[in-house]
């Protein structure tokens, strides 16, 4: 069972760097002593010991410290340590027994975040508690979709909504590299392996000046050391669709320092392709989609306050699949993908006194890929059970074709400097400088079937013109900040900020002020409230989140400004026991400048029922005329704005003592978001006003525990339409091989329609239904061959409820509309085991 906190408040600044933890064993008369307590004397951070008496005490700032131990009936032992950065300091005591009485409460961990931390929003969420969070598939952005005001864009993504924010306003770094496609398996999981993490630090709003270039959330994950006390160790992770191998230790020839290998690699193209394949669903020289990683961080050091890690990612997700000619399905498909995701990454620290730090990065980043694809669906107006039983060869008139070819590769090298400084008691200055030299290039080309051309023009969030693309840019990011904190009477601390951004890209610099304030009501009480603005450039690195393709030509990117987002935020944090603690946070987020589409007449046709006449007969419709500004073109404007606005709870048990058997937490959210745009109000899509999440885990005994999430949330926006329409598309009348005449579709000499959302879509004019989840997790904990093993079965959705991801319209025999559930997972068992040798 995991004794370590399962979640944490802590603050994510640079300070990290110049850390290191202190270990070893608290014993006393009769051995080990459970639920002592380690407290570094004036920083307020120290641990409980567990059932074994060991104790671990993280993010000790460098330097001298003196560390108290102490339990009820014990004595108390004060030992000086010396810490070192990123090293572990091992003391070990023994403590005599005594008669004490005491009725002082003194709330102490290693999560007690401190007053003098300024930061609102900040979730510190430890990787062990994305190894076992149920329905998570150890997969950490998974896990984040738990927490308050942090939401999944569906059950397939990973993909992070946070506070009415898209995905692309997120910022996503690992060690010290932003990585703009964090994902594997197109989005199914995220790219950090829980067990090569060691921190992961989610700012939710109100980041500071370090952290730019997005609206919404910074993402900071810190890769793991491998271990420094053994030559080598490890851990396998196995499931029945995917693994994970963890190798670690020292270095060899005597080098200070420590490396770690990890590899992940998934099963489908191994379990569900001999099965597709027998069923002839697909042909034999098919690959099913799969991703493969491997990771290596190399440290080296520290010698003398220097300090050098290495780190590199290399990965690759593919799918090669046609189908088959046995297939029960009309749908045809034939698609190759492959993906490349691949970084590398040098971070030098030196450190020559206890209050200074200087921490110099250099990084490349690749993410590539090709997609070439040809199908033929059955037309999406049609309703599919009337075709279950027919010939897929016999339904070609009522199969529509796409083509389509894409490459892109967007690359970035980046040099950053960032300088800490710790000046007199619970000040400090940060401060640093970087730039980014960025090469994107995309390549896209699109044959449609004239009758899927006009069904899409007929979709209010699909009328897109498709044009053929084909650009290539190179550019610069330059950014420096800076950054103090100020304590006035150990009660009330004020972090002022400043960022300048340069983006050549928009050949515009922008400034943007930030400040965080924080003041002890009392002990155990912590006020919070933070202010200030962000900005977000355009570029194509992002059209992975944003699911648009713009022409970011030099003649469409000239008019543009960066999105720009100002957040308000004010928080009240308090321990309401050893164990548990409270945080209730209100926030508003203020958008401007947010680039959408650009909106054009003249695509979209209109036709009305000539009353008295067969309304399966094209005469029996008015003459198609176009409809102005309801054209979607791929060419960028800042003609959108919006806010979002709410309250967020948390309750969580972060100190977690030796006897306790149960941990966890609950949140809930209450939200709004809204979008302007071509004038119209209307919810964000990802808008949802009411959000609970209950997360815990019991330990039914040293060998057995279980968990459980259980997830209740309103519905997601829908956009339900207002009957069906003929279908329009443009014919060549005149014999000049030039489609341009408007002309009302036909099949057989009867109409063909559509779902029709109207001349003026009245968008998101609907609610999904309620949300209702349940995942349940159950491990079991051995010694076998002397080596740790973990068996555990993990159920996502154990209730096989129904829950709606949508809803698909069509067009019943006789033109009517017709409507049914597009539904989420259902029950899902996954059985894995993990042995760490």
Known sequence: MIRATILALSIATATWAQTGEIYGTITGEEGPLPGANALVVGLDIGAVSNGEGDYRIRRVPTGVHEVRFSMVGHTTIVREVEVASNEETRIDVRLETQAIETDAVEVIGENLRKASDTETSVVNLEPERAKALPGAGEDVMRTLQALPGVLAPSEASSQLVVRGGGPDQNLIII???????PYRLYGAVSMFNPDAVKNINLVTGGFPARYGDRLSAVLDVTGREGVKNKPITGSLNASIISANLVLEGQNPFGVKGSWLFNSRRTYYDIIMAPIAKSLDLVEDEVEFPNFYDFQLKLTLGPWEGHKLNLFGIYSADGVDIVSGEDRPSPDSVALNNITRNDVAGITYQYAPTVNFLNE??????????????????????????NFQDAVPDTLSEFLLGVELSSSFAFRKTSLADHVTFFWGENHVFDAGVGFDHMQTLLEFEATLDPQLEALLRSLPQARIRVDDLADEKFYYRYHAY???????ADRLYIHPGLRYDYYQILEKPYLAPRVAVSFAIDDLTTLRAAWGHYYQSPGYEKIRDQGLVFDLSEANTAPLEAERATHYIVGLERWLTEEWDVRVEGY?????DLIVPKIVEGTRYYTERIPGRDRQDPAGWTRPVPVPGDSITQIPVNDSYGETYGVELLLAKRNVAPDSRLNGWISYAFAFAERV???RTTPFRFDRRHSLDVVLDYELSESWSVGARWQLASGFPATEPIGTAPRVILADTDGDLQPETPTISTRNGEVVYNVDYGANPDLYNARRPLYNRLDARGSYYTTIWGKRWTFYLDVINILNIDNVNGYRFYVEEDGSLGSRERNMFPILPTF??????
């Open 175 to 181: 060690d010290n590299i932003e990585v703009f496609n």
């Open 360 to 385: 110099f990065s250099a990084s490349w980043y690749q993410n590539s890929g090709d997609i070439e694809a040809d199908s033929k669906t059955l037309d999406p107006s049609l309703n599919r059970e």
């Open 482 to 488: 800076a950054q103090n904190k100020f304590a006035f």
């Open 588 to 592: 508003y987020k203020d958008y401007e």
């Open 677 to 679: 745009n071509n004038g």
């Open 832 to 837: 894995g085991i993990n042995v760490q040798f």
